[in-house]
């Protein structure tokens, strides 16, 4: 295995965890559909990577995933000027983004 395919894997299982505290601080269906989906697809983009197939993916996918949690995030981020709970889930959100742009950019790189 090599580096970017245990990066995609951690960044899989961090998705997952982040996503799943932020769905119980504010108990939204779209926060838990997208880290569901988001975790998934990071996955299915490690499996590229080892599999050595389409490579273009196995960087697109981190990217797109990371773009979704940016977009979610960035809009409870906007939404915790009027309700300061929001706060909290919204920098996880914005965490998890963060890490699957850095994600994306290492993977570029080492493939």
């Known amino acids: ?3 970017v395919v245990i990066l995609l894997v951690c960044e899989s299982l961090a ?3 982040l996503g799943f505290y932020a769905w119980t601080l504010t108990s939204s269906r779209s926060i838990i559909f997208n880290t569901l989906f988001g975790s998934a697809g ?3 983009a490690a499996y590229l990577a080892a599999s050595r197939q389409q490579l273009p993916l196995a960087v697109g996918i981190p990217f797109i995933v990371a773009m ?3 977009g979610r ?3 409870l981020l906007y939404r915790s000027g009027a309700d300061a709970q929001l706060r909290k889930p919204a920098l996880l959100l914005l965490a998890v983004a963060g890490s699957g742009f850095s994600s994306s950019i290492f993977a570029y790189v080492m493939l």
């Open 73 to 75: 995030g960035g809009a």
């Open 68 to 70: 979704m949690f940016a």
């Open 42 to 44: 990071i996955l299915f």
């Open 15 to 17: 998705t997952l965890a």
């Open 1 to 3: 295995m090599n580096p």
